[in-house]
């Protein structure tokens, strides 16, 4: 959220609040008296979100420094070529991994491209890569006052301290065995944040609005000058592959947690929605045509509902404590898929592909079942989001496996 919100930071803010070096202040005084705002103030209500804008950014975590990759890949500790058993987890790859299989390692060099160039231009834009409008989502963006004296914007790209919080204080003692559980376990998933600048991953509720904070909203001028469409869909773009046929790989491996398709499916469509509320929100606040943005919100929202009905809520934090069961998995794929009919758009088809996927794989995986053969070549055609009956036909025949 605070991304978009971050760019109309200039028009909307005293120059105080812009230094850098105010950020923490300024989320102490704006946000530590809004309770309802503590945790995740960029998805929960409009008046939190507008204080989130003035903190700066949410998953920015302030008063940490930020030190950079080279501190997450140097010693050994997670450029392994090989994951290997460590305190119960496969883990030590995770740079290696990043490095080359993952896209966010090209989101900062993105920004030299023609179309960067392009999308700068008509925005007069002198340089993309050093632009606050682009920067703060294709970049680990820490305010220059949390910057280690070896940070560098220009070396991490999207890079850990993105989607894990700065380094800063966990960097050492994250190293033992078995810490970040024990330490989860005594703060919770807002203490890890608080005590240690740790975003706590693997709490599936701030995951999705940690990853739509850069992957829904967006600035229209910056649509209106070639940026692609943002589009999210929780389940493919957390399993990457799904999303780009095996070009990609995540250094995580999270498909043993229950339900999980279910999960990211739901709580996804539940950020997201919040996400584009707020989004028009702030272009109605710019005066913008919200057209565009109040389509996106009805889809998402159509999707919330969805997870209301047979989860239990329609938000990432209320889906936390959701109920999950296979035939609630098979009727939330039959809604899904019903929405097919009346589908605008490549981005509307992908959601609604990658949607009854993520519920059907949910719901096989509860029987102990494979998916059939059937269903995967169903999937070929619905995921690639094309046009017509024949992209109708592969949505029925896909929750058709599931009889
Ligand atoms: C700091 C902003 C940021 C965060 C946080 C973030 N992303 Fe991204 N992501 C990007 C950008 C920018 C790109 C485009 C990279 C490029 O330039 O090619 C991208 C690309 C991707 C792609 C490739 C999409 C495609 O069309 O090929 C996937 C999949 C993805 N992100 C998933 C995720 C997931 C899952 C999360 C959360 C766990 C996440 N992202 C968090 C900024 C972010
Ligand atoms: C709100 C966050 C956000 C902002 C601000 C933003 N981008 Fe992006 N951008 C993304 C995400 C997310 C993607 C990947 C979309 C996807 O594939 O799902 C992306 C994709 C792109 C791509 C396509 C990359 C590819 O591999 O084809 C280009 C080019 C790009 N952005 C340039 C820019 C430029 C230039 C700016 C500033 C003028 C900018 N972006 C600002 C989030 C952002
Ligand atoms: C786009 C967001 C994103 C980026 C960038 C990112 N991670 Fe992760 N990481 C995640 C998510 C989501 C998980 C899965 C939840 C979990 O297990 O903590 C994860 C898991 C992990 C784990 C636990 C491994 C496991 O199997 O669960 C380690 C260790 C890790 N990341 C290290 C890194 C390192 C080192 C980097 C930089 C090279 C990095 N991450 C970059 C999102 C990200």
Redesign the pocket.
Known sequence: MS??LR?LAPALLPPSLLLAGSFAAAWSSGLQGTTACALRPHVETVACAVAAAQAGDPLIVPGFRYLGNPRCSGGGCHSAEQATMQSGQMIGDEYNLWSTRD?HR??FG??F?D???A??AK?S?ES?SA?E??????ATNAPPAQRDANFVVADNAVGCESCHGPGEKYLDPHAAAGWTAQERGKHGTAGLRTTHGLIDTTDLSLRASMCVS??????KD?LD?G??P???EMYS?NFYYLYNNGDYETHWDDSKVPWIGAKLWAMGQAASWAAAKAQVQAWKAKKWDTAVAEAQAQMYGEGAAIAKKHFGADTPEGLLKGTWSAEACKAAAADVAALAPKAVGRIQRKNIAFGVTALCDASFKAAGAEAPEAFWTAYETAAAGGDGDEWSAAIRAMVECLR
């Open positions: 991304r978009i760019s896209p090209e989101a993105s920004l491209s179309t960067s160039r999308i700068a925005m834009i993309a632009s409008r682009c920067i703060s989502c294709h850069c992957h829904l909203q967006i600035d910056l000058a940026h692609p943002l589009q999210f773009y």
